[in-house]
C-alpha cells in the first residue's frame, strides 16, 4: 500500500500563531483530503486537494502531486485547532491515513 | 442534509462474542467505507461498499465482514472478538465510490472488549 508520513508528530503553539503541517505519500494518488479529528473523535472534513491550491478562512492547503506531498497551513491559530490532524490519500477506492499530527494550541 | 450517523455509539463486549455496528451514510451517498483506529495502529481501512457490492477490502481476518443494503446503510460484523479489537470504528461516505470524492466520516462507534 501507499506509505503517509505526516511532520511533525507533535506541535505546541502559542494562540495567535501559524504553522504549517506536512504529508508526504510514497506513490501518485487520485485523491487526498485533511481531516481534523476532534477530542470526541469525530472526522471533520478540512480539505479535499489532490492538486492545486485551497482556502477556507484560516486554513489553506497546497498538494504538489508532482513532488508526492501536502501541506496545510494554519494561521492565527485558535485553541479551538487543537486536535489531531490527518493526512489521508487514496488510489482506486482505498484510503491511506497518515499517523497525524497532534495539535495543541495554548491561550 | 444529515450527517452519517453510526450505532450504536459506545459498546462493551466480552472476548469470544460477536458484535454488529450500523452506518447510515449521508442520504444519496452510495459509498461506505469502514475503518479502525486503534492507538497502536491509527487509522485502517477494513473495506468499502458500493451500490451493495463490496469493492476493496483492506488487510483485517475472516472475522470483520460487512454488507450493505438497498438503502446504501451498511452494518460491519466482527465474530469471535478479540482483545486487541477494542477500538474506535469509524464509517465514512460518498456520492460516488469513494477514491474520488470527499468523504464524510460518522461520529464512530467505541468497542470495548473484555
Redesign the interface.
Given at each position: 500500500g501507499i506509505q503517509v508520513e505526516q511532520s511533525p508528530p507533535d506541535l505546541i503553539l502559542q494562540e495567535g500563531a501559524n504553522s504549517t503541517l506536512r504529508c508526504n505519500f510514497s506513490d501518485s494518488v487520485n485523491n487526498l483530503q485533511w481531516f481534523h479529528q476532534n477530542p470526541w473523535g469525530q472526522l471533520i472534513n478540512l480539505f479535499y486537494i489532490p492538486s492545486g491550491t485551497k482556502q477556507n478562512g484560516r486554513l489553506s492547503a497546497t498538494t504538489v502531486a508532482t513532488e508526492r506531498y501536502s501541506l496545510l497551513y494554519i494561521s492565527s491559530s485558535q485553541t479551538t485547532d487543537s486536535g489531531v490532524y490527518f493526512c489521508a490519500v487514496a488510489t482506486g477506492n482505498q484510503f491511506y491515513f497518515g499517523t497525524g499530527t497532534s495539535l495543541t494550541v495554548i491561550p | 442534509k444529515a450527517g452519517v450517523t453510526q450505532t450504536p455509539r459506545y459498546l462493551i463486549k466480552t472476548r469470544g462474542q460477536q458484535v454488529t455496528l450500523s452506518c447510515s451514510p449521508i442520504s444519496g451517498h452510495r459509498?461506505v467505507?469502514w475503518?479502525q483506529?486503534t492507538p497502536g495502529q491509527?487509522?485502517?481501512?477494513l473495506f468499502?461498499y458500493?451500490s451493495e457490492t463490496q469493492?476493496?477490502k483492506?488487510n483485517f481476518p475472516g472475522r470483520f465482514s460487512g454488507r450493505q443494503f438497498s438503502n446504501s446503510r451498511s452494518e460491519m460484523n466482527v465474530s469471535t472478538l478479540e482483545l486487541g479489537d477494542s477500538a474506535?470504528y469509524?464509517c465514512?461516505s460518498s456520492y460516488e465510490?469513494?477514491?474520488?470524492?470527499?468523504?464524510?466520516?460518522g461520529?464512530?462507534t467505541?468497542l470495548l472488549v473484555l
Amino acid at each position: 500500500g501507499i506509505q503517509v508520513e505526516q511532520s511533525p508528530p507533535d506541535l505546541i503553539l502559542q494562540e495567535g500563531a501559524n504553522s504549517t503541517l506536512r504529508c508526504n505519500f510514497s506513490d501518485s494518488v487520485n485523491n487526498l483530503q485533511w481531516f481534523h479529528q476532534n477530542p470526541w473523535g469525530q472526522l471533520i472534513n478540512l480539505f479535499y486537494i489532490p492538486s492545486g491550491t485551497k482556502q477556507n478562512g484560516r486554513l489553506s492547503a497546497t498538494t504538489v502531486a508532482t513532488e508526492r506531498y501536502s501541506l496545510l497551513y494554519i494561521s492565527s491559530s485558535q485553541t479551538t485547532d487543537s486536535g489531531v490532524y490527518f493526512c489521508a490519500v487514496a488510489t482506486g477506492n482505498q484510503f491511506y491515513f497518515g499517523t497525524g499530527t497532534s495539535l495543541t494550541v495554548i491561550p | 442534509k444529515a450527517g452519517v450517523t453510526q450505532t450504536p455509539r459506545y459498546l462493551i463486549k466480552t472476548r469470544g462474542q460477536q458484535v454488529t455496528l450500523s452506518c447510515s451514510p449521508i442520504s444519496g451517498h452510495r459509498s461506505v467505507s469502514w475503518y479502525q483506529q486503534t492507538p497502536g495502529q491509527g487509522l485502517q481501512f477494513l473495506f468499502e461498499y458500493f451500490s451493495e457490492t463490496q469493492r476493496n477490502k483492506g488487510n483485517f481476518p475472516g472475522r470483520f465482514s460487512g454488507r450493505q443494503f438497498s438503502n446504501s446503510r451498511s452494518e460491519m460484523n466482527v465474530s469471535t472478538l478479540e482483545l486487541g479489537d477494542s477500538a474506535l470504528y469509524l464509517c465514512a461516505s460518498s456520492y460516488e465510490t469513494g477514491g474520488q470524492e470527499t468523504q464524510y466520516f460518522g461520529p464512530g462507534t467505541r468497542l470495548l472488549v473484555l
